[in-house]
């Protein structure tokens, strides 16, 4: 198979099972934290070339699940307030506490299905925010994202 139809099928497998092309899903990471691929690399746990063939779609699967695992920390980490604010402490701060974490993978630490997913989801919201916070940004979304509205009024509901 040709190069080019190899990078294809490797971003086709991507966005299979990771919802989409690992390179957009590093660039927000190196836009958000503000640091280069190579240091993003380092604090996942993986050299450069391989983030570097994981991103281009010369390979098509992160294959150690513990720095896919520090991707998804480093994700979560974007929608916490202070990570938010871009405050170069807060940033750092995330990134140390991603690099240094010793994050294991297991049957019982990862969903089969997304059955699971709103009972997590519903009281991280409603720790981030109060019943009126949560009850404004879903008449904010209504009518432009009314499946994150309705789910906003669900978390605000059952206090």
Aim: hydrophobic share 45%.
């Amino acid at each position: 198979m040709e190069d080019h139809k190899i990078v294809q099928r490797n971003l086709a497998l991507q966005r299979e099972w990771y919802g989409e092309p690992l390179g957009d899903r590093v660039r927000r990471l190196v836009v958000a934290f503000n640091v280069s691929q190579a240091q993003l690399a380092e604090v996942l746990g993986i050299s450069a070339p391989m983030l570097s063939q994981v991103m281009s779609g010369r390979r098509a699967k992160i294959g150690n699940p513990a720095v896919l695992a520090r991707m998804i920390m480093l994700e979560r980490k974007v929608l916490t307030p202070d990570v938010a604010t871009g405050a170069p402490e807060a940033l750092q701060r995330a990134l140390d506490e991603v690099r240094d974490s010793k994050p294991t993978v297991s049957r019982d630490s990862l969903p089969v299905n997304g059955a699971d997913d709103e009972t997590a989801l519903l009281p991280y919201l409603r720790r981030i925010a109060d019943r009126r916070e949560l009850f404004q940004a879903a008449d904010v979304l209504g009518e432009d994202f009314p499946a994150l509205a309705d789910l906003l009024r669900r978390a605000g509901r059952a206090r």
